[in-house]
Every structure is written in C-alpha cells, then in structure tokens.
C-alpha cells in the first residue's frame, strides 16, 4: 500500500525480515532440550512483533507528514493498521489471522507465522500538541490444521515526532508575515519550512539600529550546515536593500575574495550584532563557496552566519565570475526578480563573486536592471544579505529484504546519502543488490544518489544455477552476477555457447575468454568477453567511402554496432554489458587510439595473435582462437571483417578482415563482408 505526499511516496514494506532464517540458524546452533528451544523461539517471536512495531511508526510519521495540519487522520476507533490508509479506513478486509500479503507486514513462505502493527492516535501533550507516536507489533503463531490462532507475541515501539522542539507550532496555513520569529525557528527546526510557507514569502526584520528590513524566503534546504550536519531548512535574503551602501574592500583588491574581504568582516561581525537575539539564535553557519580572486580560480569555504549572495547563485551561470561558487536559489527567474531598491529607488548592489579579469580590483554586482555586471572594490553599493535557520527534514529509509534476512532502517536529512547496509543474505538465493522499485528498474547508487523523500529499497534476489550447468541455460542477469563476483571462470569455460536472437536471425554466441578487457570505468577487467561463434548472415561495409581514415573510430560500422545493434539486443542484456576499451590505429600511417565501445569488432593480433596486414598494439589474442578452426566463421567463399586498419596497400584504403581459407587480408572500407561483433560483461 502507498500514498503520496508533497515530497513524494511512502511505500510501506511488505517484508522487513526474513521468513524463519534466523530462528533456525538460532536452533541448529542450539542444544536440543525444550527449554533452550523454547527460549530461542520467543526471543525471535519478539524481535518480530518488534520490528513489525517499527514498521508501524514509520507508516505513522509517513502518514501524518502528508496531512496539511501534521496531525494523525485515524481515530481510536479506526486506528493505523497495515491493512488501512492514513485516516484508518480499511483498503483490505482482514481477519484475525489472515495471511494475505496486504494484511500484515510479514508472512513465512510456511504461512504459519504473521507480524501485524497498529497505531492508536498519540496522546496530546500539555501545549495541546501530539509529539509521540507509539506502536504496537503483533506476531501470531497459526495452527496448521484450521489457521487458528495458537500463540501470539506483542511488543511496543515508541518514537518522538519533533525531538528538537521546546514549544508549539503554529497551525498550518499560518502566513510567515504573522508567525513569530521564535515559530519560524521551530518550524525550520523541525525541517517543516516548506510546509508551512513558499519560496518568495515575506517577514520583517528589525534591527536594533531601528531600521526594518523585508526578509523573503529564497529557498529551502539549499546551504550546507558548517557542522557537517545536512542542510539548513531555511535560507532568507532581504527584500530590497539596507539604507546604506559599503565598499567591498579598502585597497582596490579581490586577492583572497570573499572570505578575505573587508566586507565580510563587517557584515558577520557589526551587521550581525544589530540583528535582535531571538533571530541570532536561529541563525545557522553554513558554507559559502567562493573563488579566491586575482590570486587564483581556486574555490574555498567560507563559513558564514551572514553572507553575500554569488553571481551563480541569483542567475545559475558564470558570465563574470568563476565557476563553482554554489548553485541558483529558485526565487531568481528572470531579471525583473534581481533588480532592488533602496529606499525606493532602483539600485546596484554587491555580489561575493571576484570578478574574473585581467586586474585584481574588482567584484561582481548586479545593476539597476538587474543585469550581471561588476566594478572596483572600493566603490559604494547596496547591500543584499541572507541567513539560514533550522534543520533540513528528516526521511525514514526502510529496507525491504524480499524475504531476506532483516536490515535497520536508517533516518537521514534530505540530501544525505544512505550508508550501504552489510548484504542481507536468503538462502538459496544471492542478494543482487538494491533497487527503487520492486519492480526492480532503477539500482539505488549509494555514491551518488541521496534521500528526498521517505524511501523503501527493494532487495534483488537471484536463483544461480549449480556449477556445471550449461551455459545456455543462465539468464544474462545470472551470467552478470558470476563475472562481477570473480566466478565466471569456475562456472563456464571457454568456448561455451549461449543462443540469441537479434531482428529476427538466430546467432551463436561463444565465451573468447576471461578478464582480457578493460572497463572504461577504470575498475579492472570485464570478466567475461563474448562473440560470434558464426558471422551474420547479414553483410556491412566499414565506411561508405573507401577510407580507413580515423580507423575503427571513425568508422560507419563502429556507430552501427554500438547504435543500432546495441539497442536491437533484449535488455536484460543490454543492462549486463560493460563498455570497455579497445585499442586501434587511426588509419594508414597513424597513431594507435582507444574507443570506449558496447560493441565492437575484433583486431588482427586478437584474432591471429601476430599482425600481417595491421600495426602493432591493438590488443592481445583471445585464447578461442588458439584452434584455427574457430577463424572460419563464415561457410563458403567469404570473409568477415575484422576493426585494423590496414598497414598494406600503400594507400589509406584499406581494412582487415578473415578470408574464407583463415588468412588476414585486405579489403577496400567500402566493400561488403560479414560481421562477427563481440561485447563484453
């Protein structure tokens, strides 16, 4: 079951632990009388009701982070249970017992034993607020002649709503103009700003010096916390201009930037000092990134409570500035939304940016029109300056193990990455890894991608066949998993063959050997290279025009194998194949290059292991070539083209290719032999 929110779904697990795994590596580790038996199997009955109780809260909090008012939708008369939606009203009929998978939160292969969760509405606190959510996990024990009920296990789980918070929180719909300074603080502590308030919002800020500014909320979860911790919730930036306007620096000097400028100094050390306590205790230091000026391009942090906005972070490029100095806050789409007043009047003002010039004097801006421009250090301008308050919000990442033994969950800020979990392990199953849906389209990158949202990944389980298993009957998926865990040499061997069908024409496919080629990725060898046991039927030429220029490169064949014929494979196997990279000439009398390639054709040396009609350096022989039998890949007087670039001819004319009598020859580009195309794994 799922429901979807304004940061996106919430997928609730259908199996946190695995079925009876551990509780029989717990028995077979113990001794054989009752009692330890026994001991063991309500030790693991209750880590079961347990666990089922955690799925519970997450669902909970899930539930009512959806709601507009952050408040529960069920009732104690329709409370939270897996088989009901967010306001307790039941999706699927149950009965105490039931073993339907959308009944309850796990169910043994056996169907003997079921884990269920129910959430009762959270009691209310002395401020009128609901802070915890608690509860209960479920396990009972069926008999196997009726389903009865024969035993049953419960544990509870309690969790805290907002830990962070010493307060109340205003009702949902309150407009940031009328929230308080200290609930704007406990919203974005919560990391509940977006929502509550929009990007542009606005709230007055007066300082002690008497003079009020209009702050406007550029964006959520944008600026990094200097503790590490994740992302600020809130980043504010004036409205308009202060009164007054400063000089970035006195000399004319950009050396240093930033973080050495004068302004800098003044604005987190005088300007911050006249903004009131009760907003200075919500401010959060972050990192601001800047170049270092006429000094250098380098990029350093600076960590600020106040700050200057860059050039890339009001028009998200680089005309005047360096490159890598933050990304575009939202609120600046077009001109009109940079240009400020002061006092009412059209006016420049200062960016953080040095400028990238010839001189070491001047920093970026931005002009009346709110065009991207730049002056010298010493010149008065506006000041536009923000600050960010609070915590980004916080997601529950469930694992679910399909079966597999149980994974913890983990809670982490948007934009934090996940830890990758110790491997779940399923007997007479390998765990292949973890996917966004349990359809199991999308693998979840733990280097890359991070949580936005409440998270399930879904384990992917494979079935490997025994060693000594035909090749043919493997899937792709299968065969991959063996190559990428260094076993593909102790389940098959060379020369073994696999069919497949490409456009309707049936092909043999035949290991050429073991880790021989390289990963483009720079991660080691492919562990399984195939190819053709037989050529197409199917006749190419390499060049439409009688050229080895560029060699296999450059070639017309090259863009076919790795276009067309890559994406006319199934793809399964298209998902299994690992570019590599390939050596070759750049045609008569040039240098040798290297292609990254999904597909490709073999050279003269990888073929015949010395070079007749080729220049040296294009790979190293496959070992199925080691019996000349294997050369013949075509039946009749023909041939089959091979990616060298020829050596002989005296002209740049001419590719390699197999005659049908197993001898390297020379063809015009432009001629029309067969293809044996090979990939690799």
Not at 47 to 70: F, H, M, R, W
Not at 173 to 194: H, S, V
Not at 403 to 431: C, D, H, R, W, Y
Not at 503 to 508: C, H, I, R
Request: include cysteine.
């Amino acid at each position: 079951m799922s429901f979807s929110s304004r940061r996106g779904g919430f997928a609730l697990p259908t199996v946190l632990i695995s079925s009876i795994i551990m509780l029989m590596v717990l028995l077979s580790a113990a001794s054989s009388t009752s009692a330890v038996r026994t001991s063991l199997k309500t030790q693991y009955y209750n880590q079961l009701s347990g666990e089922a109780a955690d799925a519970g809260v997450v669902y909970a909090k899930a539930c009512i982070a959806n709601e507009p008012t952050k408040t529960p939708g069920w009732t104690n008369d329709k409370p939270l249970k897996v088989n009901t939606d967010c306001k307790g009203d039941v999706v699927t009929a149950c009965t105490d017992g039931s073993i339907d998978p959308k009944c309850s939160v796990v169910v043994t292969d056996d169907n003997r034993i079921i884990a269920t969760f129910s959430v009762p509405v959270p009691p209310k606190d002395s401020d009128n607020k609901y802070t915890e959510i608690s509860a209960t996990g479920r396990v009972v024990l069926l008999r196997s002649n009726d389903s009865s009920v024969w035993r049953e296990f419960k544990q509870t789980t309690s969790s805290s709503l907002y830990s962070k918070l010493t307060g109340s929180l205003p009702e949902i719909g309150t407009t940031l103009a009328n929230c308080t300074w200290k609930e704007i603080k406990l919203i974005a502590e919560a990391g509940l700003g977006d929502d509550y308030f929009n990007i542009g919002d606005t709230k007055d800020l007066t300082l002690t010096t008497g003079e009020t500014l209009t702050m406007q909320i550029y964006d959520f979860n944008h600026d990094d916390k200097s503790d590490g911790s994740g992302k600020a919730n809130i980043t504010f930036g004036t409205k308009d201009l202060m009164a007054s306007k400063r000089i970035m620096n006195n000399p004319d000097t950009n050396v240093g930037g930033w973080d050495a400028s004068q302004s800098r100094a003044w604005i987190n050390t005088t300007l911050y000092n006249t903004i009131p306590s009760y907003v200075q205790s919500s401010i959060k230091p972050v990192i601001k990134k800047t170049s270092v000026g006429y000094s250098g391009y380098s990029i350093i942090n600076s960590i600020d409570k106040l700050f200057l906005f860059s050039e890339v972070e009001l028009f998200g490029s680089n005309s005047f500035s360096y490159y890598g100095e933050g990304t575009k806050y939202p609120i600046f789409t077009d001109n009109a939304s940079r240009a400020k007043k002061q006092s009412g009047i059209a006016s420049e003002y200062w960016l953080r940016s040095p400028s990238r010039a010839i001189i070491a004097s001047t920093y970026d801006l931005v002009d009346m029109a709110g065009n991207s421009s730049g002056t010298y250090a010493t010149v008065n301008n506006g000041i536009c300056f923000g600050f960010a308050i609070g915590n980004s919000p916080r997601y529950s990442v469930i694992f679910n193990s399909q079966g597999g033994s149980a994974v913890t969950s983990q809670n982490l800020e948007v934009g934090e990455k996940i830890t990758e979990p110790t491997a779940p392990t399923k007997l007479g199953s390998v765990f292949a890894g973890w996917y966004k849906e349990a359809s199991y389209t999308n693998a979840w990158n733990f280097s890359n991608d991070t949580v936005t949202a409440n998270t399930t990944l879904y384990a992917k389980w494979l079935d490997i066949p025994a060693v000594g298993t035909p090749l043919e009957s493997f899937s792709w998926e299968q065969i991959a998993y063996i190559s990428e865990h260094g076993q593909a040499d102790t389940y098959f061997d060379v020369g073994n063959t696999k069919n497949i069908t490409i456009s309707g024409e049936s092909l043999v496919l035949q290991i050429y050997d073991f880790n021989h080629d390289n990963k483009s990725d720079s991660s080691g060898k492919a562990g399984i290279t195939f190819g053709l046991k037989d050529a197409t039927t199917s006749k190419a030429s390499i060049k439409s025009i009688p050229s080895n220029e560029g060699g296999w490169d450059e070639s017309d064949i090259r863009t076919w194998t790795n276009g067309s014929l890559f994406n006319s494979l199934p793809t399964n196997l298209q998902t299994a194949i690992k570019p590599v990279n390939k050596i070759s000439s750049g045609g008569y009398q040039r240098e040798l290059r290297t292609s990254v390639d999904k597909i490709f054709l073999f050279s003269e040396i990888e073929v015949f292991g010395a070079i007749t009609n080729s220049y040296s350096g294009e790979g190293v022989k496959y070992p199925i070539f080691d019996n000349s039998s294997n050369w013949i890949k075509t039946i009749g007087y023909e041939g089959w083209w091979m990616r060298s670039a020829s050596a002989m001819g005296g002209t740049n004319f001419f590719y390699c290719f197999v005659r049908y009598d197993n001898v390297s020859a020379y063809a015009t580009s432009e001629g029309s032999h067969h293809i044996v195309f090979g990939f690799a794994i």
